[in-house]
């Protein structure tokens, strides 16, 4: 029983970590299936978008374990990608427009 108390309150504790790991697993899963579809490599907005939240909640994560080089590497990944959702938009909206026309 004791195992069980152990393994539920790790669990609870770890939750927001173990999100985002599935997040940014699911971010992987996303562009597997994005290339899948074009036949060609891709990366997806979307992409960032589960890859932003994911180190968000890893960062997170890092301050709650007291890990500071946890965090300091999941943070600068957020900013990174930020940065790459942001040129992402910009692209696929150029790219919805050129189709337009």
Known sequence: MALLEWFLETSQNELVGLIGGAIFFGSWMLQAWETRLAGKPTVSARFFVLRSIAS???ALEGLRAGSISIFIVMAATL????YNLKSAIKVEARERQLSKD
């Open 56 to 58: 968000l909640l890893m």
């Open 79 to 82: 900013v990174l990608m930020l």
